[in-house]
């Protein structure tokens, strides 16, 4: 993002303002005038006039959203509310739609809250996080409804990973999150025996940030378990825990990258933070990488532009599958790499990560 454009959000100063979203701790930097100001500049943006929004368990989730609801309503945009729901589940529905918000301040702590804004099944760029910030007006409408998108993304979602050829015993620590229902759920319908911790919405004996928590609650859950999988509070992050030992972003990328090598994918777009070992990896599969800027969305961007298969964001170990999803889809990856548990490339996998 430019100086300049930097410069030019002076107003915002104490807001964390990227193409990942809008972010602040809520009721000091980020504040429900704020809520309003974004979602009436994004409804320019929706030309379907359509947007799903959903939410994560965090405390101040749930104000945020009828704010966000009423305040595109009352521009004319019809609002289809998918109640407390993953990152990767809002993206998928977005794409029938038009149009998505995400509340939720993905894996910061839980007096942060904020807004992830999609377009055609994607983040925002950097040009429309520009008009995002401008000042406009319009006609006021009324228009609204419920919808309830988890149970046709875990249809969706299940039969694109297929079923388990064996049986795989699964560990989940949802940290309290959106996950609680989707995850389980997924995991059951591909053929997983799962256990479950940190189930209680906004409630968990973690920090909201899987990467950076030690996951003692999951390592003590997984041991009679294969694998282990901790995702963040809008279900968008995945860790996974094996043989009683948290595994490094690179191992959970590198798991989900070796899932689309494994389906004939070929040409990936990772982030410049992502591990030169994951990129070795795709090479030696006869692969081709190209490098973004950092960011879920530069990832994305790239790959449309260059009609990429897959891909990925190192630092947050987002696994990207454009074919399912155009973000960060913790909930599919856990599923992949169910599938491989006990096969050798599994193995390898993790070994050369």
Known sequence: ???????????????????????????????????????????????????????????????????????????????????????????????????????????????????????????????????????????KTHIGSEKDAAPTYVNDAARFIGKLKHSASVALDIGGGAARDVAPELLKKIGCKIKTINVIPGKSSRGPDPTNDPLRGLITASRKSQIGFAFDLDGDRLVVVKDGKKQSPDVTLGLGVASAIEKGYKRFVLSIDTSVAVEKHIKSEGGIVRRSKVGEANVVDLMIKTNSQAGGEGSSAGFILPEFNMCRDGLVTSGLIATMIGTKQFNETIQFM
């Open 1 to 139: 993002m430019s100086s300049e454009f930097i410069k030019s959000l002076g107003a915002f100063d104490a807001l964390k303002i990227t193409i990942s979203g809008v972010r602040g701790i809520f009721g000091d930097e980020l504040n429900l005038a704020d809520v309003v100001y974004f979602c009436r500049n994004f409804s320019r943006l929706i030309k379907s006039k359509k947007c799903v929004i959903a939410q994560d368990t965090r405390p101040s989730s749930n104000i945020i959203s009828n704010t966000v609801s009423a305040s595109l309503m009352e521009r004319g945009i019809d609002v289809y509310n998918l109640g407390v729901s993953p990152t990767p589940v809002a993206f998928r529905e977005a794409r029938k739609y038009g149009a998505g918000i995400i509340i939720t301040s993905s894996h910061n702590p839980l007096e942060w809250n904020g807004l992830k804004f999609i377009l055609e099944g994607r983040g925002i760029n950097e040009k429309e996080l520009k008009i995002l910030t401008k000042e406009n007006n319009f006609p």
